[in-house]
């Protein structure tokens, strides 16, 4: 772990060497859009619950980080400065991190006790109205700077933490937690809900409770990607977190494959960049991307990589295959 | 007779209008074989249903182990040892043989949520010990050269052979088999009769099956219960049950003499047989 972690700093310091800061933002949306994706397709999936209200959740880490940051740069600040610069920005934006991971899993409790108990799109419909909600309650917290975002009260906006180092740490802890967790024993018995709930629970599967756990993993993750967010970006608003968020996390998951998770690496990669490569096509991207989506919907329904995980071993049989 | 292991008292079962249970009991002793017939509609598989707790009964008691269990969530009714295979095959086709078996070993493991994820010592060694308990029941039933094929692959026959695998992973002291019979030839019926009675003498399991197949039923059970139209019409040995005059009504909607009932059945079990016994 130590070693991947070292490997992370060493690219990242490659990287922001070398790259553009514009190229640089867009490898840190790569970044988080992986955590999301990584993160919905647990529940969407894996576990075969439709949620569509991933921003939602994303909104509650972003705004519970910055307010954790700011609260206790204000109170520690004194102490802070002792540590070494990095060190202690590191320090706090891990704290802050963690916050938002609770605070983001706590309403994923809330969200999906309730409608995991039912079978069906109850949940879409939950989701879908929580994430207005949360998005126009925050809106209207006038303590949390309303419509204009909370900045911490400072001028030049939420201190940019977020960078390489941080991002893909913890993207990478999130894959590994996650592919862990679907391996497991915890796994199959998600994929036994996802294939048939009755039967799931004729095998003695406390179904409710797994999807809930299921959700709550997925909601925390969402809250990480919203806090490594709004400390990139240096502010968080209630506009950054509307439903086409949650869309486009939707996007990427299906694109890459549902229920694998190296497919959703990918479709997060895939989908920020050519999100980017559009913005030169102007107003005709909200044509191109959509003529994209359906042509990936006829030519590969199943997404990129449909439920197979990308391995070593799965790349060395297909190149054999190929070299036949 | 030994004493009761599971007992259904005076069932009730209503969906909006309709009654589909009306007041049915019976009693399943220990070790026995008990089939439960009647014609297409006649409440079996609902039955089967308000037993694993898929539905809430509305009236009636149902005692297992001395446990009253009507109204407890079908998880719960699992791991108190009731397994069931389903009229209509419900496994994951898109996990390994393998996996599918190993789902069911789901409640019986010690190490929780983060033992799972961080890889704990009690995890590996409870994975390695559900593991081969796994593959000792796809030994068992024939399946464990394809443990590592997509379950949705298998041919008909396996698919059922791998349900009953499944659900003996859950150590079940009862198990209820929906149609094990349908869609098989009559060979593998055969093979079935065998199995179910494997099941009792060797794993000292209780079976109820609801079956339509009379030969695998009167072959096989020790104990007949028929209902039509979820009420019972006729409960005790097969030989009692098949001559039974109500059941013979049920069936063919007429008064028949037992050797045409013979002559009937045979036709209707081969005939079931030969069409996939769906109902």
Known sequence: MVCGLAVIYGVGWLVEATVSDYVGRIILQCGINVILAVGLNLINGTTGQFSIGHAGFMAVGAYSCAVTVIGIEDTFGAQLAVLPLPVAQGLVLTVGLLVAATFAGFAGVLVGAPSLRLRGDYLAIVTLGFGEII?????????????????????????????????????????????????????????????????????????????????????????????????????????????????DVIVMIIVGGLGSISGSVLGAIAITVLLEVLREAQQFRLIVYPLLLIATMLLRPEGLLGRRELSLSWLRTRLRGGAK | MSAALLELKGIEKVFGGLRAIGGVSFSVAEKQIFGLIGPNGAGKTTLFNVVTGVYTPEGGSIRFAGEEIAGWKPFRIARA????????????????????????????????????????????????????????????????????????????????????????????????????????????ADKLKEQIRWLRDKLGLTIVLVEHNMQVVMNVCDHVHCVDHGETIADGTPEHVRNDPEVLRAYLGADVSTEEMNEVVAVVSAHDAARGGKS
């Not at chain 1, 419509?147 to 991002?167: C, D, E, H, K, Q």
């Not at chain 1, 740490?169 to 199959?188: D, M, N, Q």
């Not at chain 2, 000792?136 to 698919?159: I, M, R, T, V, W």
């Not at chain 2, 349900?163 to 859950?170: D, H, K």
């Open chain 1, 135 to 247: 998005r126009l309650l925050f809106n209207n917290a006038d303590r949390l700077g309303g419509a204009t975002g909370y900045s911490g009260g400072r001028p030049l906006g939420l201190p940019i933490y977020s960078n390489f180092f941080w991002v893909f740490s913890w993207a990478a802890i999130v894959i590994v937690v996650i592919t862990s967790l679907t391996r497991s024993s915890y796994g199959r018995a998600l994929t036994q809900i996802r294939e048939d709930e009755i039967s799931a629970e004729s095998v003695g599967i406390p179904t409710t409770r797994l999807k809930v756990i299921a959700f709550v993993v997925s909601s925390m993750a969402a809250g990480i990607a919203g806090g490594l967010y709004g400390h990139m970006n240096g502010s968080v608003r209630p506009d950054d977190f509307k439903f086409d968020r949650s869309i």
């Open chain 2, 81 to 188: 040892g009731i397994g069931r295979t389903f009229q209509n095959i419900r496994i994951a086709g898109d996990m390994s043989v393998l996996e599918n078996v190993l789902v069911a070993s789901f409640q019986r493991r010690q190490a929780g949520l983060f033992g799972a994820i961080f890889r704990s010592a009690r995890y590996e060694s409870e994975e390695r010990a559900m593991v081969k308990r796994a593959e000792e029941l796809l030994e068992l039933f024939g399946l464990l050269p394809q443990k590592n094929e997509d379950a949705g692959s298998l041919p008909y026959g396996a698919q059922r052979r791998l349900e009953i695998a499944r659900a003996l992973m859950l150590e079940p002291k009862l198990i209820l088999l929906d149609e094990p019979a349908a869609g098989l030839n009559s060979s593998e």
